[in-house]
């Protein structure tokens, strides 16, 4: 045995005894030549100054997309700025922050005393809303990137049945309920963490997302936009924005002669063909259907509530703290795995009670099983909503661009042979 | 769903209500935050008094090469012939060959001071932040070597994927302009910005 094996044997003999938790074991030494501690470098966060220039240029292009839509009419000049979206707000800033995403921040600032969102995140989240509620879809049209990648590929698109998008959009309310449960409670950024795209735009990522990436995009070759359609939770609520807006896209510029020419150009299917007059004798027979529908909407509300609530378990799995607690649990039961998971040696290391955590743990289920019991209720009530509007006759003269549908995406506009006067 | 009529006056007092009130909410909503936001800006960082150093920081990161390293704060090491942050405790042959080094990547740069000590220094190109260093140095030394996210590599992702993955929720948001958590200096910082994925 030399010297140093024996030192090392000697000093982990004696370090092995002393507790684990870090001292200062080895006191700095006081040099005898003169020695200067060098300092431990902090560089500072790269491209700092970039986030109001973002919110500068979103607001720039919502500006010039609705310049485009409204004023120039020109599709040419969406895709161009589409184009400079993606490359911008995807390639170049790698896709955070995003709209999409702020929801996930903004319910979490509203939620977690000690969380507040960044101002940038703020006017992400609402300069959108607000230019929806003036001009419509005109953030999708043109800037929002993940938008733009799906519009890319758009290939030979299918029509898919109204009926099929309004139940397949059933699962995009879904996807936003559970986002703001997760992030009201503080499971995580589900949006974010479930983005399609930002795989892309940071040129490579894990290759799960990858995966799910290039499956939309896939999808997307015949389906048009099917992130958007079905899934965008940001999308969702710019649809329902979409409704009231001041201003939305008309295909004709003028007065629509029916001509039908753009029946079948829009690839999102959003839109509306003239109704067939009215059949009167079905008239009594609709009221009484709608009548009956309108009763539902309170059973259909209480029932998903209720079993919103029994998910308890199962939604609260997702919080971290409730998976340490079943973890340390399974520990104290007995059932030792045979490495200790770094769960149980960062709690440890904490020095919390376990009684502390299991406190926790029950807070954060019981939070859970409430909004659980919410996000029932909502989900029941968009349903429900849903069955209702569709049980309504609207009528309609013209083709008309769907104000919730419609992307703005300015496609149908040269198909109108009507010109302004 | 209801296709509103064309014709703007039909639209009627509800829409133009309804339309007045969303407007006032999101921007009541975002001047709401906007007056509670202490920071402008967030970033990313690890506490080091609650990592574990998993392993997982060098494989979660967005990034190839992920943006979490390792640093040496020098105030605190012991400069210690028998680093045991730099040295595998099991070594093949006494010498400092490569074949001895815990780091992987031989990140750890060794340079002689003055009997008995040497200053170690971390090539940050080379650290994949596997943690092992960190492990050894906590283990046995003074704990002066530690993982944090380097802003310089870091994207800023919204939500950290490491953050995410992080076994002991190390992970927090911290002020943009004060953006590192360094060992031994941290004392004057208010605890707990916010939870760590949260
Ligand atoms: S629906 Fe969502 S993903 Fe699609 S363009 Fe709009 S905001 Fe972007
Ligand atoms: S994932 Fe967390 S515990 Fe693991 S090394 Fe990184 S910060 Fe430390
Ligand atoms: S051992 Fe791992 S964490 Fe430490 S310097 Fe080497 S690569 Fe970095
Ligand atoms: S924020 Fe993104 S880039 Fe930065 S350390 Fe986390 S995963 Fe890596």
């Not at chain 2, 392993?55 to 979660?60: E, S, V």
Request: positive net charge; proline residues 6%.
């Amino acid at each position: 045995m030399n010297r140093r094996s024996f030192l090392f044997a000697i000093v982990l003999a004696f370090l092995l005894s002393a507790p684990l938790l870090a001292v200062e074991r080895f006191p700095p030494p006081d040099f005898e030549t003169n020695y200067s501690f060098p300092t431990t470098t902090v560089p500072p966060p790269r491209v700092d100054q970039y986030d109001y220039i973002d919110a500068a240029v979103l607001l720039v292009a919502l500006a010039v997309a609705t310049l485009l839509i409204y004023r120039k009419r020109c599709r040419k000049g969406v895709f161009l700025l589409m184009l400079l979206s993606l490359a911008y707000f995807g390639f170049w800033r790698n896709g955070c922050i995003c709209p999409i995403g702020s929801i996930g921040n903004i319910v979490m600032s509203i939620f977690d005393p000690a969380y507040t969102v960044p101002i940038v995140v703020i006017l992400f989240f609402a300069l959108p809303l607000l230019a929806a509620l003036l001009f419509g879809r005109v953030f999708c049209a043109a800037v929002c990137p993940l938008g733009a990648l799906q519009d890319l590929v758009i290939f030979r698109p299918l029509e898919v049945p109204r009926s099929v998008e309004h139940l397949l959009r059933l699962f995009a309310w879904l996807y936003l309920g559970l986002a703001v449960l997760f992030a009201a409670t503080g499971a995580g950024l589900l949006i974010c963490r479930y983005d399609p795209f930002i795989g892309f735009f940071r040129l490579g990522d894990h290759s799960s997302t990858l995966i799910l990436g290039a499956s939309f995009l896939i999808i997307g070759l015949f389906i048009a936009r099917p992130y958007c359609r079905f899934v965008c939770p940001y999308g969702l609520i710019l649809r329902q924005l979409g409704r009231l807006s001041r201003r939305f896209v008309t295909i004709t510029p003028a007065e629509c002669v029916n001509c039908r020419l753009c029946e079948e150009v829009c690839p999102f299917n959003a839109i509306d063909k003239p109704t067939a007059p009215w059949p009167q004798d079905q008239f009594v027979s609709d009221k009484r259907r709608l009548a009956l529908l309108i009763s539902l909407l309170p059973i259909l509300v209480a029932t998903l509530a209720f079993a919103g609530t029994r998910l308890d378990g199962i939604l609260s799995r997702s919080h971290y703290t409730v998976q340490l607690a079943e973890r340390v649990a399974l520990e104290q039961s007995g059932v030792v795995p045979d490495i200790t998971p770094n769960e149980i040696l960062a709690f440890k290391k904490t020095g919390r009670t376990t009684d502390a955590l299991y406190a926790d743990a029950a807070a954060i289920r019981r939070q859970f099983r409430l909004g659980g019991g919410i996000l029932g209720a909502f989900i029941g009530l968009v349903i429900g909503l849903k069955l209702i509007t569709l049980g309504v006759r609207w009528r309609r003269d013209e083709y008309q661009a769907h104000r919730a549908a419609c992307l703005a995406c300015a496609r149908c506009f040269e198909y109108c042979p009507v010109r302004k006067k | 769903m209801p296709q509103p009529q064309p014709n703007l006056t039909r639209r009627g007092l509800f829409g133009n209500g309804l339309w007045a009130a969303v407007v006032a909410g999101i921007t009541g909503l975002s001047a709401y935050l906007f007056g509670r936001t202490k920071q402008a800006k967030t970033v990313w960082q690890i506490d080091p008094d609650k990592c574990v150093a998993c392993g997982n920081c060098a494989t979660y990161c967005v990034l190839e090469l992920s943006a979490v390293k390792c640093v040496q704060v020098y105030a605190m090491c012991g400069y210690c012939d028998l680093c045991t942050g730099y040295l595998d405790p099991d070594p093949k042959k006494l010498d400092t060959g490569a074949e001895n080094e815990l780091c992987p990547t031989g990140a750890i740069e060794r340079v002689f001071v003055e009997d008995p000590y040497f200053e170690y220094n971390i090539k940050e190109e080379l650290c994949i932040a596997c943690g092992k260093c960190v492990k050894g140095c906590e283990a046995f030394g003074n704990g002066s070597l530690f993982l944090q996210v380097r802003h310089d590599r870091c994207l800023r992702c919204n939500e950290c994927s490491i953050a995410a993955a992080c076994p002991s929720q190390a992970f927090r948001r911290v002020p943009a302009d004060d953006p590192y958590l360094l060992k031994g200096a941290k004392e004057s910082k208010p605890a707990g910005e916010s939870k760590g994925i949260a």
